[in-house]
């Protein structure tokens, strides 16, 4: 089946600690994104990628890093500079049709939830 | 800053019920516009994408306001099964390819449908 999947599904983490996160996808999509949602709160935009090798800072970059080395793939790393790192964190990826003026739909992944301990 | 803002509810609605929400939008050149359904600890999926004219699927009917910068969920013979929190997402970038896509996230609408 074509999807979108991440792991772990929970995830605990001590202080200090890197962690990260996978994201998969067999979808031959081009663009893939990284949001964190928090209690309440909209999806929020940590880092995208529109090709492999390539990304771009979302609006909460800080403290997060990540790779694209593979279409397939986009692992978010969530480093100890991170100072609340406690979230739902969802990965997402579109098409990216070119020269359009309107935006692909995104497909999300299943999610991981990080406790900070 | 983009907006998309949208009434957080509660609504309580009966089962078999009409329902309608929307949700407001600040930038005018905003060309994209979707209603996403998340349940609780799940992840959001697409219910709908909303088109100028607007569009209709099975018992759920989306319309777009563009004069007033606000598009519209209606649901109508609401199911148990439709009890979840709606988002409102928007793009925010005008033209291809700037930012990612540049989609602003509404926090969402909870629905409750109440047997």
């Known amino acids: 089946d074509g999807g979108i999947t991440q792991s772990p599904k929970y995830l605990f983490r001590k202080e200090g600690q890197n962690v990260t996160l996978s994201c998969e996808q067999n979808?031959?999509?081009?663009?893939m994104y990284w949001y964190r949602q928090d209690p309440g709160q909209g999806l929020r935009l940590i880092y995208y990628?529109?090709?492999?090798?390539?990304?771009q800072k979302g609006d909460i970059a800080e403290g997060y890093s990540v790779s694209r080395e593979k279409k397939e793939s986009f692992p978010l790393t969530v480093t100890s500079a991170q100072k609340n790192p406690t979230a739902f964190y969802l990965c997402?990826?579109?098409?990216?049709?070119?020269?359009?003026?309107?935006?692909?739909?995104?497909?999300f992944g299943p999610g991981t939830r990080l406790t900070v301990l | 800053r983009k907006e998309v803002e949208q009434d957080p509810g509660p609504f309580n609605v009966p089962e078999g019920a009409t329902v309608a929400f929307n949700c407001t939008y600040s930038?005018?050149?905003?060309?994209?516009f979707f209603w996403y359904r998340q349940d609780c600890r799940k992840e959001p999926k697409l219910l709908m994408s909303?088109?100028?004219s607007g569009n209709e699927d099975g018992r759920f009917t989306a319309q777009l306001n563009r004069a007033s910068q606000y598009i519209s969920l209606l649901i109508r013979d609401s199911k148990l099964s439709d009890s979840a929190t709606y988002l409102c997402?928007?793009?925010?970038?005008?033209?291809?390819?700037?930012?990612?896509?540049?989609?602003?996230f509404g926090k969402g609408t909870h629905l409750i449908i109440q047997p």
């Open positions: 997402a990826s579109s098409k990216r049709t070119s020269g359009s003026l309107h935006t692909d739909t995104q497909y």
């Open positions: 979808l031959n999509h081009d663009a």
């Open positions: 990628s529109q090709i492999v090798n390539d990304f």
């Open positions: 930038n005018s050149a905003s060309q994209s």
């Open positions: 909303v088109y100028s």
């Open positions: 997402v928007v793009n925010s970038e005008e033209g291809s390819g700037g930012g990612a896509d540049g989609l602003t």
